[in-house]
């Protein structure tokens, strides 16, 4: 098995590798400057040399004081059977840091089933990173390095939960391995859902879920740009880069980030725990495709439980409506509402879980018999 300095030798080469291929590619495509008496010279207006406009000044001045909190991954990954999805995964990405103790924050598959991890710094310092924790479903991983603080500049975190269509937004990545790279957009839309995936090596199966309230931009972002910082015009973290939609691998507007609310609450725990406990209701929701296409034929919206687990919330859950009957949702029940929220998907419940802790209380709404009980379950965290 190779030794560490084998394997950061052959990390080094790597990058080497990507810094002559980006002076080559430099050479080749960069356009012939062109005096001032070409009848091909661009207008200027103003003069060359004058101040900036106050946009310009204002993007220029955000990469000056965020750049150095973005960081460059780069990852080596075991040689892995092409039915485990090893080809989706990127070789570089991008992170930012959050604090002064080494943690970087960054995207699940940029990071995911990695054999080493490297971090560049803005001061192309190198450092072999380790997996702190991560959450998949969320597209969320933190790593850490032992770098002295001196080098460590925290990001600014702001607030995704106000943002309106139109404003204008940054983003920070490594696009193509092009270190530090810059682009200016606005928010296109935002509560978004996109899709995210993981591999389960045990079943070799695709696991899925869906990221929802995610943002949308048109702001440049290419391969190499997951898990950079996306900011706002103070210059703060307002998400983060996962996602473009594309037909040719590039960019074609369609950029998409994970809010920073979902970081904010998602990040602490990882570090803390190395990955998120959330709590749950202790159910099992049927999947199969004709019982539920007999359900939507006969008009019935909700989550069919196929099984509850003994001895959780569900099975303790508390009905409202008939203090006689015996506690607890069963086989058969439809839940239709939590907390005032319509189930027509599993997803619908699982965000939901997602924004609670263990003993919060849950208001249900749900079928049986065609009756329509209330009922409310404190939620647990199962051992």
Known sequence: MPSKQAKLSRVLVLLAVFIVGGVVGRAVTEKPRVGYGDPTTYSVVGHPNGPLLSPEMRASEIFERVSPSVVHITVLRPELPELLGADDLPTQGSGFIWDSHGHIVTNNHVVSRAEQIVVTLADGSLWEAELRGS??????????????AELLLPISVGDSAALRVGQTVYAIGNPFGYDLSLSVGVVSAVGRSIPTKAVDLRTRRYLEREIRDVIQTDAAINPGNSGGPLLDSRGQLIGITT??????????????????????WAVPQLIREGQLIRPTLGVYIETNNLILKRLEN?????????????????????LLDDVEAEPGLRRGDILTHAD??????????????????????????????GREHQAEAALYVPR
């Open 135 to 148: 959450y998949w479903q969320k597209d969320l991983a933190v790593i850490k390095i032992d770098a002295p």
């Open 243 to 264: 996602a473009i939609h594309t037909l040719n691998g590039g960019n074609m507007g369609l950029g998409f980030a994970i809010p920073v609310t979902t970081v904010r």
């Open 298 to 318: 006969l008009g019935v919206d909700g989550l069919l439980i196929r099984s509850v687990v003994d001895d959780s919330a569900a099975s303790r859950a508390r």
């Open 340 to 369: 005032g929220i319509e189930l027509r998907v599993t997803e619908d419940l699982l965000q939901l879980l997602d924004r609670r802790a263990a003993g919060d209380l849950v208001a249900l709404r749900f079928l049986r018999e």
